[in-house]
């Protein structure tokens, strides 16, 4: 199986200041049809989780452009530009490159200074 | 506008079976792969089985492998987990999620599975 690593699993931000997460997995998730399929979830304090990125660099409809996701093979990274207080919460990486099983990174919580 | 609607859970003994369910709107449900996805509580997203648009091959992860079961009904736009022996570990919210490609687009609003004797 695929180990998806993320770090920090704890990430304390100042309101309006960057935050970083990144996403390592075991094996390169490059598909044989070329795409890399890593994506990012967020979920909210009681919520389900919601995607924000998929195949590694491509948003969502309605998520904010201050959202970015970038990397390659076995190195990704999820980037908030300037935090707000709605991005509270925990999220997730996913690979769905080699399945069974599709595996998420541990999540990493998002919380305002 | 597309929705994942879920019902099913409960509180239930070891060794006993429920089922769940996740209603689709809003797309056509046929044209697309289904998963369910669990989380334990205070824990991370652990995938459960997914099921192929056609309904053609399904998988599992190895924990429940022979007692849960996943099918669809494209007829009634329905997903369904059908979950025998339950064990304790088995507790978590689950969600149902679509497949568009090689990820899960859209989620259900969780639905939760205590067991517990």
């Known amino acids: 199986d695929v180990v998806m690593t993320q770090s920090p699993l704890s990430l304390p931000v100042t309101l309006g200041q960057p935050a970083s997460i990144s996403c390592r997995s075991s094996?390169?998730?490059?598909?044989?049809?070329?795409?890399?399929?890593l994506s990012w979830f967020q979920q909210r304090p009681g919520q389900s989780p919601r995607r924000l990125i998929y195949?590694?660099?491509n948003r969502d409809s309605g998520v904010p452009d201050r959202f970015s996701g970038s990397g390659s093979g076995t190195d990704f990274t999820l980037k908030i530009s300037r935090v707000e207080a709605e991005d509270v919460g925990v999220y997730f990486c996913m690979q769905a490159t080699h399945w069974p099983p599709y595996t998420f990174g541990q999540g990493t919580k998002l919380e305002i200074k | 506008q597309v929705h994942l609607v879920q019902s099913g859970g409960g509180v239930v003994q070891p060794g006993r079976s429920l089922r769940l369910s996740c209603v689709a709107s809003?797309?056509?449900?046929?044209?697309?792969?289904m998963h369910w996805v669990r989380q334990a509580p205070g824990k991370g997203l652990e995938w459960v089985a997914a099921?192929?648009?056609?309904?053609?091959?399904?998988y599992y992860t190895d924990s429940v492998k022979g007692r849960f079961t996943i099918s669809r009904d494209d007829s009634q736009n329905t997903l369904y987990l059908q979950m025998n022996g339950l064990r304790v570990e088995d507790t978590a919210v689950y969600y149902c999620?679509?497949?568009?490609?090689?990820?899960?687009?859209?989620w259900g609003q969780g639905t939760v599975v205590t067991v517990s004797s």
């Open positions: 094996q390169s998730l490059v598909y044989s049809d070329g795409n890399t399929y």
């Open positions: 999620a679509r497949d568009p490609q090689h990820s899960f687009d859209v």
């Open positions: 099921i192929w648009h056609d309904g053609s091959k399904r």
């Open positions: 195949k590694v660099s």
């Open positions: 809003g797309y056509t449900f046929s044209i697309n792969g």
